[in-house]
């Protein structure tokens, strides 16, 4: 049953019937790719698995078949007696002991498993005979036997009356008599037992392999930064905001240098046990190849895996920093917001005076009253370097150099941070991470991420109370092209800024301050057809100007204000047209030559409300929302309402800006296309053109109508505000507030992912190595398509960071084999590009010949590596 079993398998695989191919070119199992397939059979209840190793060859052409010579050798046999690829780099140890293009191996299943006594091994030796026999087959069969370990075969070869068995033994040790040429020659005639005498000349092919282990003269150039040098921003060369990078040992191992005499025929040279000619400096061909070090320890790659860590930590910033934080002596936990504000007394210092100690000393004071002042995770001196850079704001002298970089960088580079929803590489939140990453590894790991997070919370809380603008953000609203955490602190911004406006209005006078912003005008003035479409999408399409702001008066104020009017600019009742003796408010400027219909005025664009900025989570919640409020009419009613209160706000400050408008004017300014003009005859016969709204706004009951006859003539700065900055920033910091160390890493890994990109782009730009480009662009590619998603799975951002890790330890690689071989030091041009061409290659290929043997460049100076060694 095994055997037919055997034979089963071999036909499936059709190696039965004669074998053809072409002689074997040279080197061809070194560049060739090999394959194997693999089946499993038994014998009794024992498990064995079967296996087909061969070189994919392209097939021969047919006429070769033809020429077939009768009782020609198998190709296998006459494999064993070519000398072209003697010694493969990379091969199964049967393609290198015997030179076999393909081969089928029979090993127990299991990998404990094996077959120890005699009597087995014939056993499974006479079936493998007898099955090569019924089948024809000429492929050699090999049965593994002793522990895998041990690598031993046993096998067999049949084709047409001829046939060879493959044995092999182990000793332990090399008799004395057989460690050179000579003794071998002898065991070789031995085992032959060929009746001639003499017996023809043996040819061979001889290769000694030399190991270098030892480099010492060559120690590793890059020590492990000294972490206790972080003054004035430095950690031993490491400045902040930059990322680590290199092998902290040395990432090359072992150098092998293969001396090889490819074709010798016996008698030509003496080796034995009193004298040798075979000196490797004279030998015609070297080849060396490199032994990389398993996992060596990288700089940028530690940093990369501490900070993926902390994604799966559990606590909470209270937990890690302890209850009592925030804690009053003798109260109990207030409300977190409640306790920060306490903690930040406005102080009304101007900001240029201030320094960051001052700023978050009150914070400090207070923590510390709790800790002992040693346990605080950082100390003071690091802390404020850190503060220092992320916000260069807050030192005496402004940093002149940060505001004007902003936004200069237009490379694919800086744009990265689209692909990867991180942020730009000039941003707070890009410099957060880093330090973040930073202070994870060399301060106090989780503790220090969560004391600098505390800190950076208290920071922007300050900020809000005090109107200063978070630095190192761009302006307008939040992009939602970057991270969730990087538009909070856009939206944060937005809050300051409309604050300070509101403030800075309250304190200079209030009448309508209408900016000048020529942009803005035109946007309205209708080259913006589409204007209606855009309500309740994001902003940014139509709203330019940044430096607009309202002051708005709460409701109550509001219809008060209303009343009191009422009796100056007679009055206005609900229901009636509004007479055009109002005194028009909040107007910006004329538009162009448009009139109003009716009093014949020229019609004036209103100063409007801005939109409220948005950031995804807020937009996701919105459209949520509006989907849950279904298909309904009254569910239209209300999502149409909720849609059109900036439309509401629009048209209000349209009517006090043109007292006696109608809703066709409105329209003619708001949505161009929805007035339609066309010429008429009138009854003298002459041609006129008459416009009217469109079809869709002629519908009963259509939301602009309604909303025109609800609206009242107010003017932008008294209406409700669209955006209650107070209300999102309180929700900004109170979402700061409650980030775990463990949201915070999720939050920022994409900044560190595109800061080690960038980093290994800028140290590959130094090396050139091609293989390293491309596999560059995979890592992002594979990263966009990663993290462009909410929440990505653990799995594929541990591919990413293994894949950077990658390509950090070939860099290494390619480095310490400059510095080995003195590439740098090389005075002459061509040498120098010859030796960089042959440290290329010992990166990317399993062995590289040598090129002039022991002559040539690379050779000499292989040579001054072994003789230091051994002086060593």
């Given at each position: 049953?095994?055997?037919?079993?055997?034979?089963?398998?071999?036909?499936?695989?059709?190696?039965?019937?004669?074998?053809?191919?072409?002689?074997?070119?040279?080197?061809?199992?070194?560049?060739?790719?090999?394959?194997?397939?693999?089946?499993?059979?038994?014998?009794?209840?024992?498990?064995f698995?079967?296996?087909?190793?061969?070189?994919?060859?392209?097939?021969?052409?047919?006429?070769?078949?033809?020429?077939?010579?009768?009782?020609?050798?198998?190709?296998?046999?006459?494999?064993?007696?070519?000398?072209?690829?003697?010694?493969?780099?990379?091969?199964?140890?049967?393609?290198?002991?015997?030179?076999?293009?393909?081969?089928?191996?029979?090993?127990?299943?299991?990998?404990?498993?094996?077959?120890?006594?005699?009597?087995?091994?014939?056993l499974?030796?006479?079936?493998?005979?007898?099955?090569?026999?019924?089948?024809?087959?000429?492929?050699?069969?090999?049965?593994?036997?002793?522990?895998?370990?041990?690598?031993?075969?046993?096998?067999?070869?049949?084709?047409?009356?001829?046939?060879?068995?493959?044995?092999?033994?182990?000793?332990?040790?090399v008799?004395?008599?057989?460690?050179?040429?000579?003794?071998?020659?002898?065991?070789?005639?031995?085992?032959?037992?060929?009746?001639?005498?003499?017996?023809?000349?043996?040819?061979?092919?001889?290769?000694?392999?030399?190991?270098?282990?030892?480099?010492?003269?060559?120690?590793?150039?890059?020590?492990?930064?000294?972490?206790?040098?972080?003054?004035?921003?430095?950690?031993?060369?490491?400045?902040?905001?930059?990322?680590?990078?290199?092998?902290?040992?040395?990432?090359?191992?072992?150098?092998?240098?293969?001396?090889?005499?490819?074709?010798?025929?016996?008698?030509?040279?003496?080796?034995?046990?009193?004298?040798?000619?075979?000196?490797?400096?004279?030998?015609?061909?070297?080849?060396?190849?490199?032994?990389?070090?398993?996992?060596?320890?990288?700089?940028?790659?530690?940093?990369?895996?501490?900070?993926?860590?902390?994604?799966?930590?559990?606590?909470?910033?209270?937990?890690?920093?302890?209850?009592?934080?925030?804690?009053?002596?003798?109260?109990?936990?207030?409300?977190?917001?409640?306790?920060?504000?306490?903690?930040?007394?406005?102080?009304?210092?101007?900001?240029?005076?201030?320094?960051?100690?001052?700023?978050?000393?009150?914070?400090?004071?207070?923590?510390?009253k709790?800790?002992?002042?040693?346990?605080?995770?950082?100390?003071?001196?690091?802390?404020?370097?850190?503060?220092?850079?992320?916000?260069?704001?807050a030192?005496?002298?402004?940093?002149?150099?940060?505001?004007?970089?902003?936004?200069?960088?237009?490379?694919?580079?800086?744009?990265?941070?689209?692909?990867?929803?991180?942020?730009?590489?000039?941003?707070?939140?890009?410099?957060?991470?880093?330090?973040?990453?930073?202070?994870?590894?060399?301060?106090?790991?989780?503790?220090?991420?969560?004391?600098?997070?505390?800190?950076?919370?208290?920071?922007?809380?300050?900020?809000?109370?005090?109107?200063?603008?978070?630095?190192?953000?761009?302006?307008?609203?939040?992009?939602?092209?970057?991270?969730?955490?990087?538009?909070?602190?856009?939206?944060?911004n937005?809050?300051?800024?409309?604050?300070?406006?509101?403030?800075?209005?309250?304190?200079?006078?209030?009448?309508?301050?209408?900016?000048?912003?020529?942009?803005?005008?035109a946007?309205?003035?209708?080259?913006?057809?589409?204007?209606?479409?855009?309500?309740?999408?994001?902003?940014?399409s139509?709203?330019?100007?940044?430096?607009?702001?309202?002051?708005?008066?709460?409701d109550?104020?509001?219809?008060?204000?209303?009343?009191?009017?009422?009796?100056?600019?007679?009055?206005?009742?609900?229901?009636?047209?509004?007479?055009?003796?109002?005194?028009?408010?909040?107007?910006?400027?004329?538009?162009?030559?448009?009139?109003?219909?009716?009093?014949?005025?020229?019609?004036?664009?209103p100063?409007?409300?801005?939109?409220?900025?948005?950031?995804?989570?807020?937009?996701?919640?919105?459209s949520?929302?509006?989907a849950?409020?279904?298909?309904?009419?009254?569910?239209?009613?209300?999502?149409?309402?909720?849609?059109?209160?900036?439309?509401?706000?629009?048209?209000?400050?349209?009517?006090?800006?043109?007292?006696?408008?109608?809703?066709?004017?409105?329209?003619?300014?708001?949505?161009?296309r929805?007035?339609?003009?066309?010429?008429?005859?009138?009854?003298?016969?002459?041609?006129?053109?008459?416009?009217?709204?469109?079809?869709?706004?002629?519908?009963?009951?259509?939301?602009?109508?309604?909303?025109?006859?609800?609206?009242?003539p107010?003017?932008?700065?008294?209406?409700?505000r669209?955006?209650?900055?107070?209300?999102?920033?309180?929700?900004?910091?109170?979402?700061?507030?409650?980030?775990?160390?463990?949201?915070?890493?999720?939050?920022?890994?994409?900044?560190?992912?595109?800061?080690?990109?960038?980093?290994?782009?800028?140290?590959?730009?130094?090396?050139?190595?091609?293989?390293?480009?491309?596999i560059?662009?995979?890592?992002?590619?594979h990263?966009?398509?990663?993290?462009?998603?909410?929440?990505?799975?653990?799995?594929?951002?541990?591919?990413?960071?293994?894949?950077?890790?990658?390509v950090?330890?070939?860099?290494?690689?390619?480095?310490?084999?400059?510095?080995?071989?003195?590439?740098?030091?090389?005075?002459?041009?061509?040498?120098?590009?010859?030796?960089?061409?042959?440290?290329?290659?010992?990166?990317?290929?399993?062995?590289?010949?040598?090129?002039?043997?022991?002559?040539?460049?690379?050779?000499?100076?292989?040579?001054?590596?072994?003789?230091?060694?051994?002086?060593?």
């Amino acid at each position: 049953r095994f055997i037919s079993k055997v034979e089963e398998v071999l036909n499936d695989w059709k190696l039965i019937g004669v074998s053809s191919g072409k002689p074997l070119e040279k080197g061809v199992f070194t560049t060739g790719t090999w394959e194997e397939k693999s089946d499993e059979i038994s014998f009794a209840d024992f498990r064995f698995s079967i296996t087909h190793h061969y070189l994919v060859q392209e097939a021969s052409d047919k006429d070769g078949k033809e020429e077939l010579v009768e009782d020609a050798l198998p190709l296998p046999m006459q494999d064993l007696l070519c000398m072209n690829n003697d010694f493969p780099p990379r091969a199964h140890c049967l393609v290198r002991w015997y030179g076999l293009r393909e081969f089928v191996v029979l090993a127990p299943a299991a990998n404990n498993d094996a077959i120890l006594s005699e009597s087995k091994c014939n056993l499974l030796l006479s079936s493998i005979s007898i099955a090569l026999g019924n089948t024809g087959c000429q492929v050699p069969l090999f049965v593994q036997i002793h522990h895998k370990w041990r690598r031993m075969y046993m096998g067999e070869c049949q084709g047409p009356g001829v046939r060879t068995d493959f044995e092999m033994v182990h000793l332990r040790k090399v008799p004395s008599q057989y460690i050179h040429l000579s003794g071998l020659l002898d065991i070789f005639k031995s085992k032959i037992g060929c009746p001639l005498t003499p017996l023809p000349p043996v040819s061979m092919a001889i290769r000694l392999t030399y190991v270098l282990q030892d480099w010492q003269q060559y120690f590793w150039p890059q020590q492990p930064p000294d972490i206790d040098a972080l003054v004035g921003g430095e950690v031993g060369g490491l400045e902040f905001g930059k990322l680590p990078f290199g092998a902290c040992e040395d990432p090359i191992s072992e150098l092998h240098l293969a001396t090889t005499w490819p074709h010798l025929t016996e008698g030509i040279v003496v080796d034995n046990d009193v004298y040798s000619d075979l000196d490797p400096i004279q030998a015609p061909q070297w080849s060396v190849r490199v032994r990389k070090a398993d996992n060596p320890q990288c700089l940028l790659g530690d940093f990369l895996t501490e900070f993926f860590k902390l994604c799966r930590r559990k606590e909470s910033t209270d937990e890690i920093l302890g209850r009592s934080a925030f804690e009053e002596e003798g109260k109990e936990v207030a409300d977190i917001s409640h306790a920060l504000s306490k903690l930040t007394e406005p102080a009304p210092v101007p900001i240029h005076k201030l320094s960051v100690t001052n700023m978050v000393h009150s914070a400090k004071k207070k923590i510390r009253k709790h800790r002992g002042v040693d346990e605080s995770p950082l100390n003071n001196e690091v802390l404020n370097t850190i503060l220092l850079f992320l916000f260069p704001d807050a030192a005496e002298k402004l940093a002149d150099g940060f505001e004007s970089r902003a936004n200069t960088s237009e490379n694919e580079d800086y744009n990265l941070f689209s692909q990867f929803k991180s942020a730009p590489s000039d941003s707070l939140t890009y410099k957060l991470a880093l330090c973040l990453c930073m202070i994870n590894f060399y301060h106090g790991g989780v503790k220090g991420v969560a004391h600098l997070w505390q800190e950076f919370v208290l920071e922007m809380r300050y900020r809000w109370e005090n109107n200063y603008l978070i630095p190192g953000l761009a302006n307008g609203p939040p992009d939602l092209r970057c991270c969730l955490l990087h538009q909070k602190l856009q939206m944060l911004n937005c809050c300051i800024e409309r604050k300070k406006a509101r403030d800075e209005g309250k304190r200079g006078s209030t009448s309508d301050r209408s900016p000048g912003d020529p942009g803005k005008a035109a946007e309205h003035s209708g080259d913006n057809p589409d204007r209606e479409k855009e309500v309740g999408k994001s902003w940014e399409s139509w709203s330019d100007s940044e430096e607009e702001f309202f002051e708005c008066l709460s409701d109550t104020e509001d219809l008060k204000g209303n009343g009191q009017e009422n009796g100056k600019k007679g009055g206005v009742k609900e229901g009636t047209k509004e007479p055009a003796n109002l005194k028009p408010e909040g107007r910006l400027h004329p538009h162009g030559k448009l009139t109003l219909l009716h009093p014949g005025e020229p019609l004036y664009i209103p100063i409007t409300q801005e939109p409220a900025p948005m950031t995804e989570d807020l937009l996701e919640e919105q459209s949520e929302v509006l989907a849950k409020l279904g298909t309904s009419a009254e569910g239209a009613h209300l999502r149409a309402r909720m849609q059109s209160a900036c439309l509401l706000s629009d048209m209000e400050s349209f009517k006090a800006a043109n007292p006696g408008c109608c809703l066709e004017d409105f329209v003619r300014w708001y949505s161009p296309r929805d007035y339609i003009e066309e010429e008429v005859v009138d009854e003298k016969g002459n041609v006129v053109i008459k416009g009217g709204l469109s079809a869709r706004m002629r519908i009963p009951s259509n939301m602009w109508v309604e909303a025109w006859e609800t609206a009242k003539p107010v003017p932008a700065r008294r209406q409700k505000r669209l955006f209650d900055d107070t209300r999102e920033a309180e929700k900004v910091l109170h979402y700061l507030a409650i980030q775990k160390p463990a949201d915070l890493a999720r939050h920022l890994l994409p900044c560190v992912i595109h800061a080690a990109v960038l980093k290994v782009k800028e140290e590959e730009a130094l090396e050139e190595i091609s293989s390293v480009k491309k596999i560059i662009k995979q890592i992002i590619s594979h990263s966009s398509k990663v993290l462009r998603f909410p929440n990505p799975e653990d799995k594929k951002l541990e591919e990413i960071i293994a894949q950077i890790m990658s390509v950090e330890a070939m860099i290494a690689r390619a480095r310490s084999l400059k510095a080995k071989f003195g590439v740098e030091k090389c005075e002459n041009e061509e040498e120098k590009e010859d030796l960089q061409r042959f440290v290329n290659c010992l990166l990317e290929q399993p062995e590289v010949s040598v090129v002039g043997a022991g002559r040539g460049p690379a050779g000499s100076i292989i040579h001054k590596l072994f003789l230091n060694a051994q002086r060593v």
